[in-house]
């Protein structure tokens, strides 16, 4: 099966603050976001999986929104299980547990899914 499927398309993100702004957008119609995380070499990636609808004569093009943490973030993302979003004052923060706000899980993938290309 592996052979069968098609990548995704990434979508390289300038900031980590759009990627949590994206995730926080889709969670509270639906309030089923979560943020994939794996690392990448001694690099960590963050994204989301999105499909982009009717392309063309495609029914969805699948899409990884993603953000490369650069070194200086990276130490607050060490034990983080959630993002916690307060979209009023346009902030985020790494959280272990849920708090108040937009809470967005972070899901740890022990490593890039094969249909993902690669990112770096």
Not at 65 to 85: C, G, R
Not at 113 to 118: D, S, V
Request: net charge neutral.
């Amino acid at each position: 099966m592996q052979g069968q499927l098609d990548k995704v398309v990434p979508v390289k993100l300038r900031s980590l603050s759009d990627l949590v702004r994206l995730a926080a957008a889709i969670s509270i119609p639906q309030g089923s976001s979560y943020i994939l995380r794996f690392d990448s070499g001694n690099k960590i990636i963050l994204g989301i999986l999105g499909v982009f609808r009717d392309y063309y004569k495609y029914y969805g093009v699948p899409i990884f929104y993603y953000y490369v943490v650069e070194e200086n973030e990276a130490s607050s993302l060490q034990d983080a299980n959630y993002v916690i979003a307060s979209l009023s004052e346009d902030r985020f923060e790494f959280s272990k547990n849920p708090k108040p706000g937009v809470t967005i899980p972070i899901i740890r993938l022990a490593e890039k899914p094969f249909f993902f290309p690669e990112l770096l």
